[in-house]
């Protein structure tokens, strides 16, 4: 299974971005979805994640301002961010938890960079 994102890039504050990351390869059952972020210096850091119940659960600092979704038939997830701030500046992980025949294994993207300015 393989992860792919895009839609990184750089914003004024206040601005918003989307993110798009598909998955791919052979997917039998797609458990957990949703986006992890790493500023600079920082841990990775959860910042909404989806599963397959619906249930959503948001970072403190982004609860309001981004909104996380999925397209199953796509086996894509979103995560739409508005009201962008400085402090949300960091590279954005792709997460997904998925049986691809040999059990629930976790997957990560590539990353890709945020950079909101002020």
């Known amino acids: 299974v393989q992860l792919t994102e895009s839609g990184g890039g750089l914003v004024q504050a206040g601005g918003s971005l989307r993110l798009s990351c598909t998955a791919s390869?052979?997917?039998?059952?797609?458990?957990?979805m949703g986006w992890y972020r790493q500023a600079p210096g920082n841990k990775r850091e959860s910042v909404a994640l989806l599963a397959s119940g619906g249930q959503i659960n948001y970072a403190d600092a982004v609860k309001g301002r981004f909104t996380v979704s999925r397209d199953n038939t796509k086996n894509a997830v979103y995560l739409d961010m508005a009201n962008l701030k400085p402090e949300d500046t960091g590279v954005y992980y792709c997460?997904?938890?998925?049986?691809?025949?040999?059990?629930?294994?976790?997957?990560w993207g590539q990353g890709t960079l945020v950079t909101v300015s002020s």
């Open positions: 390869g052979q997917i039998f059952n797609t458990v957990l």
């Open positions: 997460n997904a938890i998925i049986d691809g025949g040999v059990g629930p294994l976790e997957h």
